[in-house]
């Protein structure tokens, strides 16, 4: 099975609601250019996460990445989740990137909820939209070093 069809059975595992999160996703979209993909880690059947560059300027620069992260229901609330995400932060720090964004649904307090969890903060709404970041503190000591 490829990437895309695991990620494919991880969309539709999902009931509606939680399909209409993912609709749009670049991860779901298998749009992504190989250049823009940091890392992927998929656990077939169960879940995806991804971490890419927004756009061509972010890969020169090496600065914010976006992260993009689907769970099968059947397999929340055992933590894969917050394991997926953890590693994509380590991934960020190994590889020297400045910060993380993340754009979620307002409504999705659950996902909100993980991602303070993880450090990430909250940046600005815009319709039915919250940006959040999280901010590689490491990287920025070693600008303030220099």
Known sequence: ????????????SMDEQDR?????DTVLKNDIDPQYL???????????????FLNR?????????GISIMVNPAYRKNGIAEKL????IDVVKEEGLSAISV???????????????????RKYSYGLMTAYSWINKNKFKENNNE
């Open 1 to 12: 099975m490829s990437d895309f069809e695991d990620v494919q059975n991880i969309f539709y």
């Open 20 to 24: 209409i999160y993912f609709g749009h």
């Open 38 to 52: 940091i890392h992927r880690e998929i656990v077939p059947n169960v879940a995806v996460c991804e971490l890419f």
């Open 57 to 65: 300027q972010q890969i020169t620069e090496r600065k914010y990445v």
């Open 85 to 88: 995400m953890r590693n994509a």
């Open 103 to 121: 754009d979620v649904y307002t409504e999705n307090t659950k996902i909100q909820n993980l991602l303070k969890k993880l450090g990430f903060e």
